[in-house]
């Protein structure tokens, strides 16, 4: 029975994906939905984005072996990225009026940055789309009763989530997003009423997590220590900032004022109720210690799924395995959409020279698809806990793109010699770190990299410039937008006939 209503959900929202996408008609409509998008849609984007399959599996299995400790990465420095965004990026961006973060990259510092950021961003989402659809599988694995194995529902999910991405777009994303929020937020509250009940109340689980440590957050004061909570900070709070994903949502807003504050109520919502899912996984320890126990070195992300399947009515089974299914396909689904859009825009298109607008839509559809067999091919491979894919796949985003989008909008002396040497300082420094340095270091990787970064963009900006800080030509649909306007105000300038207007 439970399958049968994931099944009829799954093409309910699969349809209304592809109703959407009628109001595709051009490229700025598949990547940032003409610009319409209302503060309720971007908010609710915004949220179910970032509510995904490592809310409600990692973060708890997580919780349970670390505690606030182990979570500080997400959800502290993912609700902190979603505010910094909203109170510091939004507004600069916005008025820029790009189709891309890539775009921004070249506006500023020219070509060469521009392709080497967009790699770097492309390359960030395999960690993160990997574990939604690592996730997905093990989903079809668990309603099925070990029907569909977990090889053949990251395929299943991962095509069907491709279908209605492939036509719909940013539109697409964003109206499933405001159905699956309201599925999200209204079924965990729903399963989180259930399970208080069960255990005796909320308190008696806040209790008992309190006297097991689990509410520990701040570091000892030991520098080594120190460090390693501030690199895992970081990584998601500031690694995450220079996103597509993210910038869709500015870019996709309606006026500026929403992507301000669609930004950072998105950012408080995912905060508040990512607290739910580790509420949940910790009741278990209550209800079902021995399967806790069972599962907590072997598989600890299928605890919150068999705690709902052993212990909750169909009704709130139902409204869990919903919940669940909204957060993983509405973050997959803008996750392959936004690296397919940056590799067209910034990448592919320069190399294939001029473009019609109908071209351009079809390329970014079609490196949807191979961006998503790829991605798909990568989750059936990888062994991370879903986790440590998305807590990873910050690092090199970090370490690469964010010192050159915080100093070229916040400090006028940054050049295109300083962002291409801040770019080279983190990559030289953190990439051997991470693969011939040693597993438990005493300065993490991404936070060596990140300061070596720094240091380059200082370096390369005040020392004499011998690359020179070309003038990057404008993106083509920038042009187009500018033309339009030049030409809608010689018409206000200079009417037409009333007879001729009336005609």
Not at 101 to 108: S, T, V
Not at 206 to 233: C, R, S, T, Y
Not at 338 to 355: D, Q, R
Request: overall charge neutral; charged content about 10%.
């Amino acid at each position: 029975m439970l399958l049968w209503f994931v099944i009829a959900y799954w093409v309910i929202s699969v349809s209304i994906g592809l109703f959407v996408s009628t109001r595709v008609h051009n490229t700025r409509d598949f990547a940032v939905a003409g610009r319409h998008l209302p503060f309720y849609m971007v908010t609710a984007t915004v949220f179910a984005t970032w509510f995904g399959s490592e809310t409600v599996l990692g973060i708890p299995a997580t919780f349970l072996k670390d505690g606030l400790k182990g979570v500080v990465a997400d959800p502290f420095g993912s609700a902190m990225c979603l505010i910094l965004v909203g109170l510091f990026f939004a507004a600069p961006l916005y008025r820029m009026n790009l189709l891309t973060i890539g775009d921004y990259y070249k506006q500023r510092f020219g070509r060469g940055v521009e392709v080497l950021t967009s790699i770097a961003i492309v390359l960030s989402y395999l960690g993160w789309v990997g574990a939604q659809i690592t996730a997905l599988g093990l989903v079809f694995n668990v309603v099925s009763a070990g029907e569909i194995s977990k090889l053949a529902g990251m395929w299943i999910g991962s095509f069907t989530i491709l279908i209605y991405t492939f036509f719909g777009g940013m539109w697409a994303v964003a109206v499933t997003d405001f159905i699956q929020m309201i599925i999200i937020v209204l079924g965990m509250l729903y399963i989180g009423n259930e399970v208080s009940g069960m255990v005796g109340g909320v308190g008696v689980v806040v209790d008992h997590a309190m006297q097991a440590n689990k509410f520990e957050f701040w570091p000892a004061l030991d520098a080594k220590e120190m460090l390693g909570f501030i690199a895992a900070w970081v990584t998601m709070m500031f690694g995450s900032i220079p996103q597509q994903d993210v910038f869709q949502r500015v870019q996709s807003s309606k006026t500026e004022k929403i992507a301000v504050w669609g930004s950072v109520l998105g950012g408080v919502l995912y905060f508040g109720f990512a607290f739910v899912p580790m509420f949940l996984a910790y009741s278990a320890t209550l209800l079902d210690p021995a399967m806790v126990a069972g599962l907590i070195n072997t598989d600890s992300q299928l605890i919150l799924p068999r705690l709902v399947l052993d212990k909750a009515p169909l009704v709130a089974q139902v409204l869990f395995f919903g919940a669940l299914l909204s957060a993983i396909k509405s973050c997959a689904s803008a996750t392959l959409l936004a690296p397919s859009v940056s590799f067209t825009e910034n990448i592919l298109k320069p190399m294939m020279g001029k473009m019609s607008d109908r071209r351009l839509l079809l390329s970014m559809r079609i490196v949807t698809v191979v961006f998503t067999v790829l991605v798909t091919l990568y989750a059936t491979h990888s062994k991370a806990s879903i986790f440590k894919m998305v807590e990873s796949a910050y690092q090199v985003t970090l370490v690469t793109a964010f010192i050159p989008l915080l100093a070229g909008i916040y400090w006028k002396r940054a050049t295109n010699q300083g962002a291409l040497l801040s770019i080279f300082c983190g990559l030289a420094v953190w990439l051997p770190l991470l693969v011939f340095g040693p597993d438990d270091p005493f300065v993490p990787a991404q936070l060596a990299g990140l300061i070596a970064s720094a240091a380059g963009m200082v370096a390369g900006s005040l020392l004499p410039n011998r690359i020179g800080n070309p003038l990057p030509e404008e993106p083509e649909h920038m042009l187009l937008h500018h033309h339009a306007a030049a030409q809608t105000h010689h018409v206000a300038e200079h009417p037409l006939p009333s007879s001729l207007g009336e005609k």
